[in-house]
């Protein structure tokens, strides 16, 4: 797989209220608030590296997240991963991981480690 210093995947989702309450009620709680939960935006990342970059094969080893704020349900929130430092030799790639709100406000930031088979820089 070819990857470059910089590289980025995005994409951009809105959760609904729906999408909020099957969510709890997948693990057996209700959520009281108008707030997107914390894993929710942690799927989007896993979204991202699985399907878009490093895509299809990646191993996920580590993931961070600080969370900045609480998104609103119905928030249009944008979710990107960018290549921070490929490790061919060990196949491995850090990525930072960003997510903002409709009015370009921070959501929640980090990085990400994952293993992948075959890096070509």
Request: glycine share 10%.
């Amino acid at each position: 797989m070819n990857f470059a210093l910089g590289q980025t995947a995005e994409v951009t989702r809105r959760f609904s209220a729906r999408d909020v309450a099957r969510y709890s009620a997948l693990g057996g709680h209700e959520t009281a608030t108008n707030e997107v939960p914390e894993p929710l935006l942690g799927a989007l990342f896993s979204y991202l590296l699985g399907v878009r970059l490093p895509g299809v094969g990646t191993n996920y080893l580590k993931q961070e997240m600080r969370f900045l704020r609480a998104p609103r349900i119905d928030e249009t929130l944008h979710a990107c991963v960018e290549i921070s430092r490929l490790r061919p030799e060990k196949h491995l790639v850090d990525l930072k991981t960003t997510c903002t709100g409709d009015d370009g406000t921070p959501v929640c930031e980090g990085r990400a480690l994952v293993y992948v088979g075959e890096i070509t820089a």
